[in-house]
């Protein structure tokens, strides 16, 4: 007889797709806590941040990834490479496409891919948000999702509404080897914190501009201290990196207008986090053209 010890399953699952199909949405509806920042904005997603889900028979880690685009700059090239490297070692995939925008070429260009993992790690074909279109757009949606790839399993579901985020859930437990738990009960990520504070402060820093600046933006956490005389606060310095001088401005807005508002945003959202009080300082930095300079990539973490 198998003990309730040997069924337990653990191993590492990861959600591809192109920019805005939900994968954050997507990681932190089943992680059940904001792990992985999310924003209308394409390509938010730097970092391979880890969300957990713990349950009574498994323990199912989410890789994050970025979202998958033809390399325009030394940037794109490594953000590709790090989704490629997570996709070998992986046990699930599962490929997000949303259920209200046609199956373009961007997503047959992921399937491609995929498929030449496919034989190893098991793909899950993922139509996402299904809130916004009714039964018969989802219907079309899965025949036309089905036509890219050979997949293991295909479901729609809503981040949203939370529509079969459980039953994915499940499916992606069942493609995981047999294994104990490999992070103690009730920790999310393995992020390091200062990681998911940049991120937070990325994340206001993105709202509401347009174009190519977000990919300019860059976050570090420059330091991390108690506040002198207040020992319930916590006082952080970070840095926002743009490129140009022109974008320094856009992001630092009228008399200091918008970056203020990306502070107040962020504060909230990393008190919240860290369950403290905190002082945050933002500064702007200008990191002439840092996304093709490969010593400048570095010292931001890529
Ligand atoms: N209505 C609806 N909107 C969703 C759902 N899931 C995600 N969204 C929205 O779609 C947008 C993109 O979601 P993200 O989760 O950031 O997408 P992503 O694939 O991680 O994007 P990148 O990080 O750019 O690769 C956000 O505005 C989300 O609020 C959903 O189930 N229903």
Known sequence: MTSPRDAHRSGFACFVGRPNAGKSTL????????????????????????????????????????????????????????????????????????????????????????????????????????????????????????????????????????????????????RLPRGPQLYPAGELTDEPEQTLIAELIREAALDGVRDELPHSIAVTVEEMLPREGRDDMLEIHALLHVERQSQKAIVIGRGGERLKQVGMVSRKQIEKLLGSKVYLDLRVRVAKDWQRDPKQLRRLGF
């Open 27 to 174: 990681t932190n509806a089943l992680v059940g806590s904001k792990v992985a920042i999310t924003s209308d904005k394409p390509q938010t997603t730097r970092h391979t941040i880890r969300g957990i889900v713990h349950r009574e028979d498994a323990q199912l880690i989410i890789v994050d990834t970025p979202g998958l685009h033809r390399p325009r700059t030394l940037l794109g090239q490594r953000l590709n490479d790090l989704v490629m490297e997570t996709w070998s070692e992986v046990d699930v995939v599962g490929l997000c496409v949303p259920a209200d925008q046609k199956v373009g070429p961007g997503d047959k260009f992921i399937a491609g891919e995929l498929a030449k993992v496919a034989k190893k790690t098991p793909v899950i074909g993922i139509v996402t948000k299904t809130d916004l279109v009714g039964p018969k757009q989802v219907a079309e949606q899965l025949l036309a999702l089905q036509q890219v790839m050979d997949f293991a399993e295909l479901i729609p579901v809503s981040a949203v509404d939370g529509y079969q985020v459980g039953l994915l859930a499940d499916l992606l437990v069942g």
